[in-house]
């Protein structure tokens, strides 16, 4: 900078840059300390008192399939068709082509490679179907099928499941599924009466505090995006600052969940990279507002700082 | 004799705590790091929101501490332990709220002027940080709350390559960062930023003249005459 520095600006310099010489006033860190920190304590107690916090018991694989069986049997029958979310996501669980969210050449997404892989049919339907006591016979049937065999059986049970009465798996027209409504009536049974829950959730371990497979699996349903939608919970309804009941969220994520209620990032594909990178710049910006001349200038402009310091300006 | 001075002519010191000791005390000594005065023109409400976020903090870190002393199920199944939570969470608002008014405090009044651009930058550093903790203690609730931030929140860390390596499913791996990773970043930005307000002092209004009454006339023993000096 030539000549003068600007005097918005982080050099060292000037009145500001400078131990001050002027007047003072008698100050007590510690007190203030005190103070502040107990009138935090009685809001933080009053707060807790009156409003206390969200405790929504969580979904299972058991209370989805007896609440809505239809919705279990048409997402299971998705997962070993891998025709649900989950199967077709790309990395980092799967490596569907196409699937990742670019901006140009910029593909993150893929470059991370598929680290967590996830195979639903086999994760989700037929290994758990292998640990029953009674292994369903129909397991080998589809495992010796052809991907085109397999593809036909699931696609025309999907369809007929949609077209039965309440989509009700018992009231499937009879057709050419093959194995698909045997595993299908097998898997729902296990997960009605909760074993489901556990063994994808172990693993075959006895410890797992991984639950990948069980939040993805809820996710491919309805089930638990109704319940959600029910809450305000989804992206469309500025999710991220709600909790279930009403309680206040992530509220300072709210620049965040704006840009996803507004085009071009309601409507992109790629809209979680976009506003990502949105975001980033703006933090970025943020950080560097001393070194950016026009940014570092506005509260010079808007003369907040009057008030501020209403008593020092006052008494030049 | 000025405390630098009196510094600068401390004898023979050439081992490094020695060295570390004189620096540490030019920087900061003690009457700036527990100041008993102010500049007059620090009389504001907006200067009790920065102690307000300290203070949330520390209730964060209390509540946080006795919720770890029972693990993730206590607060489901004892009133006690739901309240302890109740606090935990709270306390986090609070400390988010005083925090923005805080930073938009600090923005109208263009604090970084005057050398202070890293109290600035490390405020900035505070706020991101305080957001991925929160994030993640929101993916710890073990209740339906969590298992939705869960699934919806993977979706733009996956995008952008992170979800490969921060699995907001896996629960062993978020625990460790909500309780000691974390909690360990924050308290280490937060004491960075809060060491570098009392070295640089509190910044003076904008257009502040040398001048004005309350730099003019003010006796020659309220402070020392110190050379402008650029820290
Ligand atoms: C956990 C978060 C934070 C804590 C605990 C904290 C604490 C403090 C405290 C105690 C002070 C001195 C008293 C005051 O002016 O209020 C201060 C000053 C300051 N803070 Fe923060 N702060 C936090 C976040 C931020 C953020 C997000 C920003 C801005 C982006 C910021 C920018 C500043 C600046 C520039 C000063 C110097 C003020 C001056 O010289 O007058 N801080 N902070």
Do not use: C
Not at chain 1, 160 to 180: D, E, I, M, Q, R
Not at chain 2, 184 to 189: D, E, K, P
């Amino acid at each position: 900078m030539k000549g003068k520095v600007d005097p918005m600006s982080a050099r060292a310099v000037g009145i500001a840059g400078t131990p001050w010489r002027g007047k003072l006033r008698e100050y007590d860190l510690f007190k203030e300390l005190t103070v502040g920190v107990s009138v935090m304590v009685v809001l933080t107690v009053i707060l807790a008192l009156v409003l206390g916090s969200p405790d929504e018991p969580s979904v299972t694989l058991k209370s989805w399939a007896n609440a809505q069986t239809a919705d279990f049997a048409a997402t299971a029958t998705a997962e070993l068709g891998g025709t649900s979310e989950t199967a077709q996501y790309g990395p980092p669980y799967t490596n569907t082509k196409g699937a990742t969210q670019t901006i140009g050449a910029l593909d993150l997404q893929s470059l991370s490679g598929v680290q967590l892989p996830v195979n639903t049919a086999n994760a989700f339907v037929l290994d758990p179907l292998a640990t029953l006591p009674n292994q369903p016979t129909e397991i080998a049937t589809w495992r010796a099928a052809t991907k085109a065999e397999q593809a036909k059986w699931t696609d025309t049970y999907a369809t007929a499941l949609s077209k039965a009465p309440k989509s009700a798996p018992l009231n499937v027209k009879s057709g050419n599924y093959g194995p698909v409504p045997a595993l299908i009536g097998d898997l729902t049974a296990m997960a009605q009466s909760g074993a489901l829950d556990g063994v994808i959730q172990a693993q075959g371990n006895a410890y797992n505090l991984n639950y990948t497979n069980e939040i993805l699996f809820l996710g491919d349903g309805q089930y638990f995006q109704n319940l959600a939608a029910d809450q305000h919970l989804t992206g469309d309804q500025w999710g991220m600052m709600n909790e279930t009941g009403g309680t206040p969220g992530q509220s300072w994520l709210w620049l965040f969940s704006f840009f996803y209620q507004i085009p071009p990032f309601s409507t992109a594909p790629n809209a979680d990279l976009l506003v990502v990178g949105v975001m980033l710049i703006l933090t970025l910006l943020l950080a560097l507002v001393p070194f950016i001349p026009w940014l570092r200038r506005i509260p010079k402009w808007i003369p907040v700082h009057r008030l501020v310091w209403k008593d020092y300006y006052r008494k030049r | 004799m000025t405390q630098d001075e009196r510094l600068d002519r401390e004898p023979d010191v050439h081992t490094w705590t020695g060295r570390a000791r004189v620096w540490m005390l030019k920087k900061l000594p003690p009457d700036k790091l527990l100041p008993e005065d102010q500049p007059s023109y620090v009389a504001s409400w907006i200067y009790v929101f920065g102690m307000g976020a300290i203070g949330s903090l520390l209730i964060v870190i209390a509540s946080g501490v006795i919720l770890s002393l029972n693990g993730p199920n206590w607060y489901h199944i004892s009133a006690l332990g739901h309240f302890v939570n109740s606090l935990h969470l709270w306390s986090v608002e609070l400390m988010f709220l005083t925090m923005v008014v805080h930073l938009w405090g600090k923005f109208w009044m263009a604090s970084w002027r005057g050398g202070r651009a890293l109290t600035w930058i490390t405020g900035v550093g505070s706020f991101a940080v305080s957001i991925v903790a929160a994030f993640t203690g929101y993916l710890l609730q073990t209740n339906f709350d969590s298992q939705w931030i869960a699934f919806e929140g993977k979706d733009a860390l996956n995008a952008s390559g992170i979800g490969a390596w921060f699995n907001v499913s896996n629960l062993g791996q978020m625990f460790m960062w909500h309780v000691t990773l974390l909690p360990l970043a924050v308290g280490a930005i937060v004491v960075l930023h809060v060491v570098l307000v009392r070295m640089r002092g509190v910044v003076p209004p904008i257009d502040a003249a040398a001048t004005d009454s309350q730099l003019t006339g003010v006796p020659a023993t309220a402070t020392e005459p110190t050379e402008a000096k650029v820290n």
